[in-house]
Nanobody
Framework: QVQLVESGGGLVQAGDSLRLSCTAS????????MGWFRQAPGKERQFVGT????????VYADYVKGRFTISRDSSKNTVYLRLNSLEPEDTAVYYC???????????????WGQGTEVTVSS
């Protein structure tokens, strides 16, 4: 079993930046990819982006528009989500997820964290 723990959320003002972290623990961790998702109040969960674990290739949702960056440190079993130029519309609970197979291409992930809340005030 793999446990994912997110951290780094908080209350910020529009235009600010945050870096979210997601650290994995449990059995030997070697995912196919790690993804970030978010869920705003009253809305469905939304894909943010993904990073492949071995090569570090990234894929982002169109709405990210270059404001967000995903990176990983495999030595720490940690993936990061850098959020720049935050807008009130970015207010959401941000979740990380791990995919053990190539089904991340279908947005299918096997393990999920509990989420970290980001609130952006105008």
């Amino acid at each position: 079993q793999v446990q994912l723990v997110e951290s780094g959320g908080g209350l910020v003002q529009a235009g600010d930046s945050l870096r979210l972290s997601c650290t994995a623990s449990g059995r030997a961790f070697s995912p196919s990819a790690m993804g970030w998702f978010r869920q705003a109040p009253g809305k469905e969960r939304q894909f943010v982006g993904t990073i492949t674990w071995s090569a570090g290739n990234t894929v982002y949702a169109d709405y990210v528009k270059g404001r967000f960056t995903i990176s990983r440190d495999s030595s720490k079993n940690t993936v990061y989500l850098r959020l720049n130029s935050l807008e009130p519309e970015d207010t959401a609970v941000y979740y990380c997820a791990a995919a053990t197979t190539g089904r991340w291409l279908l947005n299918e992930y096997d393990f999920w964290g509990q989420g970290t809340e980001v609130t952006v005030s105008s």
